[in-house]
């Protein structure tokens, strides 16, 4: 059945089993890829997924269970699944639906249309060429990457909220293979927006750009480095630390930053914001995962912790409104908190200022192994990085093999300057930015 | 799941616009997730994944499709897709499926999913209390409980037509001791392809009392200095190092395109000659195991290395075209809607003849890993990380005081020649690996090994 009529389905049954209080929250994508190889179309892929999740309030506790398989049978399984898990829940913690009486931001009529098969593979199979042409020394198994999709949220609850959101986007990105004397170089770069709006030659030149100039890299000595990092790696770095900014987790006592707000807990020049509508964000979403209408906020403003990201029970519970960040990691996840366009603020300088300022040191543009190299929980990190020595302010060799500790409530307090090169990569809820940031006696182990 | 008719149908239509080979892959998954924090339950996340992914091959090109829906509309509108990107027209002759039983070697005592939840957090909440108890630093304890219940059919225009069931289980508890101004953590995840028969295996107070254990062993522990310098790592999920640093770099998926350190090395001397390494999707009730691999090929059991020399590499069906090799049954996919490529299996570093005692004994100054978190690596280059959860400094070929933070970096064709012993006494761990086609179950595996030389991330 559809999802309209599965939709009628659930209400009946849940009127039926006399569950008053309850929230269907329906996603769905199409999306159609394309991969390249050796200047052909390797892989071609048309992909439409959607799904259900149901959460219901039974005796003052939540329980969720969600579907694929739209069927009657399955609408009376759902609420069923869903009462027994409700039964199950011991947390004690607030239990809300929301109500209506939020304003919601209009996001602009989408007009760009959507690109056919052909064309997609047209981008893709000219970006692979862009590649070839960037440099000579790029080599097959160099491959690009287009995807382009559509995205619809919809949300319903027995408060009467009846809510849509719907999305497009397109993506491109090239990695490039160079090899050269025995290494094997590669590089990458990919950029999002509208698909007329994407130049292929700029990502398949940055693509290069990014292989070739590692050629050549080698470690240096273990020790205590000045670091700039690139609004990339830096973005890196703060998307896998978003978790100590949720109530949920401070709450919990899985955050460090539990009780800090209103506290100094970065440099004067820390500004770190949350924009679900952010304006180059392809995936902007007006009300969260639990129809809380999304905003702008500042988090840390200044160095001081502003506020904490909430959603509906972890306000109750301390007290506040929610911040409209409810977030569901996927349509079939429980609600729980995080940013959707998260970003540090831009401050002053380009890169080249920033290496200037630094003197000498190591600039970083990429960090690997975040998912086991750093904890939230802890705040430290190591992680393996790569990017290039520099002195007197200038680019003197590519750096690989090394790695980059600290802890990252204790970078906060050290970043001594912020650039303006705000760079996006994509993150759970959306995407986090950052620009080049400096910083001072980091630890580089290397040889 | 499907009717025969109806995969006879969708794979006519597939092949209808010159393809030469069809394959329908359906899904019908239960997953539960139950997790506990504070010995409370907190949050149950109980879901059905449904659907069906349509690939067609023409020479080494591959179109995919996927659609959330067993429907007959939606199974023959997604192999429509998938055809007409092709743009052409063909005869497609009669279709005859031979269904085939590969036999069962994963035998499952309690299906989970008809089990009320009580049973399952009962073991968990235990667990979570003794970690509690171990310890006035313990801070905060959260518990998890995960069963999947995973039913697959293949049917492919060469005929086959073959059905797995997947029932696996796994057990999280992870413990955060605390200071005050300081947080460490520790954790334990043992799963199995088993259903909660998996509860015999271990005594749930155990298992919180050794998460426990080593977030208050890295509360008290300092920093490493950063250095390169010899490693002895720990049997079980120390086998993370061969998974990250050679594994992923054997597979047919960045072989084939020529992203891999060990592209054309077949018959080379690419490791250490202590090292043989395999990789078996065979092992009854293994975490990686699989019956059938995701295109409906029997699982094996490999030899990746044979004493440093290269024998195979890990290889699916359309990898196996660009490569001109046959199929090891490695193709997996997270579920119908990712494209199934090359992937791991239980993997691991066989026994060897170093007695543990003289690996420590031959480290001056070095480091002992015992328990290592996950790790990366790109394929193409080799350079790879993992972390380590818990580790001490060895010092005169005595294990000594705890150290927190190390992480280890290096190239994989150069660290698979640094592991100069290799122990008898082989355990394997559980993990999930993430790659182009999902998230998917493995095991890594290794008795207590040395790596000669590595860099040591530290502060």
């Keep these: 059945m559809t999802y309209k009529e599965f939709k009628e389905a659930v209400i009946s049954v849940s009127e039926r089993m006399q569950v008053t209080d309850y929230e269907l929250y329906y996603a769905e994508s199409e999306s159609t890829s394309v991969a390249t190889y050796k200047q052909e179309i390797s892989e071609y892929g048309t992909d439409s997924s959607m799904g259900v999740c149901y959460r219901c309030i039974r005796d003052g506790r939540t329980g969720y269970a969600s579907t694929e398989n739209l069927t009657a049978w399955e609408a009376e399984n759902l609420v069923c699944r869903a009462l027994e898990n409700a039964g199950s829940i011991e947390n004690g913690e607030p239990s809300l639906l929301h109500k209506k009486g939020d304003v919601y931001a209009t996001l602009p009529e989408e007009k760009a249309k959507t690109p056919t098969g052909a064309e997609i593979v047209d981008a893709a199979l000219e970006l692979q060429k862009e590649m070839y042409a960037a440099d000579s020394r790029v080599a097959d198994g160099t491959q690009s990457y287009v995807i382009c999709g559509k995205e619809r949220y919809a949300l319903y609850n027995s408060n009467g909220l009846d809510l849509e959101d719907k999305a497009s986007y397109t993506c491109g990105m090239g990695v490039a293979l160079i090899p050269e004397a025995d290494e094997m170089y590669t590089g990458s770069a990919d950029k999002d927006g509208s698909f007329e709006s994407i130049s292929w030659k700029e990502i398949a030149e940055k693509a290069v750009e990014d292989g070739v100039s590692g050629i050549g890299a080698v470690s240096v000595p273990s020790g205590k480095y000045t670091i700039v990092f690139t609004g990339h790696a830096f973005a890196q770095l703060l998307t896998t630390y978003d978790s100590v900014f949720s109530a949920e987790a401070a709450q919990k006592g899985m955050s460090l930053l539990a009780g800090k707000e209103g506290e100094k807990i970065a440099a004067d020049i820390v500004t770190v914001i949350d924009d679900p509508l952010y304006k180059d964000s392809p995936v902007k979403r007006t009300f969260d995962g639990e129809g809380v209408a999304t905003y702008k906020k500042n988090v840390i403003e200044g160095g001081t912790l502003k506020t904490l990201l909430h959603n509906l029970s972890t306000a109750a519970k301390a007290g506040v409104k929610s911040t409209g960040n409810g977030q569901k990691a996927s349509y079939a996840s429980n609600v729980g908190v995080g940013p959707f366009t998260f970003y540090l603020q831009p401050v002053e300088g380009t890169r080249e200022e920033l290496l200037t300022a630094a003197d000498n040191g190591v600039c970083i543009k990429e960090v690997s192994g975040l998912h086991a190299g750093a904890n939230p929980i802890t705040g430290d990190f190591s992680l393996l990085a790569e990017g290039f020595r520099f002195e007197k302010g200038k680019k003197v060799k590519p750096v690989k093999n090394i790695t980059v500790s600290g802890n990252f409530f204790e970078v906060l307090k050290q970043i001594e300057k912020v650039g303006t090169d705000l760079e996006f990569i994509r993150a759970v809820g959306g995407k986090c930015g950052s620009p080049s940031v400096l910083l001072r006696n980091m630890t580089i182990a290397g040889e | 799941m499907l009717s025969q008719e109806l995969i006879r149908e969708a794979l006519f239509r597939a092949l209808s616009t010159g393809a030469d080979y069809a394959e329908v892959f359906a899904e019908h998954t239960c997953q539960k997730n139950i997790s506990l924090v504070s010995a409370k339950v907190d949050k149950i996340a109980d879901s059905v994944i449904s659907g069906v992914g349509i690939r067609i091959f023409k020479g080494t090109r591959c179109v995919s499709g996927s659609a959330s829906s067993l429907d007959r509309s939606a199974v023959l509108d997604c192999a429509a897709k998938v055809a007409d990107a092709l743009q052409g027209s063909a005869e497609v002759g009669d279709i005859v499926l031979r269904e085939r039983i590969f036999g069962d070697i994963h035998p499952i005592k309690i299906v989970p999913t008809g089990v009320e939840n009580s049973c399952k957090i009962d073991y968990i909440r235990e667990a979570c209390l003794a970690a509690k108890d171990y310890s006035k630093e313990i801070s905060q304890v959260t ?266 970096v290096g190239k994989g064709s150069d660290v698979i020649m640094n592991i100069d012993m290799v122990g008898k006494n082989v355990a394997r761990a559980q993990g999930m690996c993430g790659a182009s086609s999902g998230s998917i179950p493995t095991d890594v595996g290794q008795p207590l090994i040395r790596v000669a030389s590595i860099t040591v991330g530290g502060r």
């Design chain 2, 143 to 408: 518990g998890n409980f995960l069963e999947v219940d995973h039913r697959i059919l293949i049917a492919t225009s060469e005929g086959l037509l073959a059905q797995d069931r997947q029932i696996r289980t796994r057990v999280t508890v992870s413990s955060i001791a605390s200071d005050g101004s300081e947080n460490q953590t520790g954790s334990v995840g043992p799963g199995a392809r088993k259903g909660l028969e998996l509860f015999d295996d271990f005594d749930p107070k155990e298992l919180g009392r050794k998460a426990s254990k080593q977030a208050v062993t890295m509360l008290h522990a300092g920093y490493i200095n950063a250095g390169v310098m010899p490693v002895a790592i720990e049997n079980g999920f120390g086998g993370v190092i061969f998974h990250e640093a050679c594994g992923h770099s054997l597979e047919a998926s960045g072989v084939a395109l020529g992203q891999s350190q060990f592209c054309g090395k077949l018959g080379q001397q690419i490791a250490n000659p202590k090292v043989t390494a395999i990789d078996d999707g065979t092992i009854p009730n293994g975490w990686g195991s699989v019956n059938i691999d995701d295109e409906g090929t029997p699982a094996q059991k490999k030899i990746l290395i044979d004493k440093g020399i290269l024998k195979t590499y890990m290889v699916d069906k359309l990898n196996g075209r660009r490569m001109g090799m046959e199929s090891t049954g490695s193709s997996r996919r997270q579920s119908y809607a990712y494209a199934p490529t090359s992937r791991m299996t239980n993997t691991y570093i066989a026994a060897g003849e170093d007695r543990d005692e003289d690996i420590i004994a031959s480290i001056e100054y070095g480091l002992y890993a015992k328990e290592m978190g996950g790790g990366s690596v790109n394929p193409a280059t080799g350079q790879f990380n993992f972390s380590v959860r818990e580790g001490y400094l060895i010092r005169n070929g005595k294990i000594c005081e705890p150290v927190r933070g190390a992480s280890l």
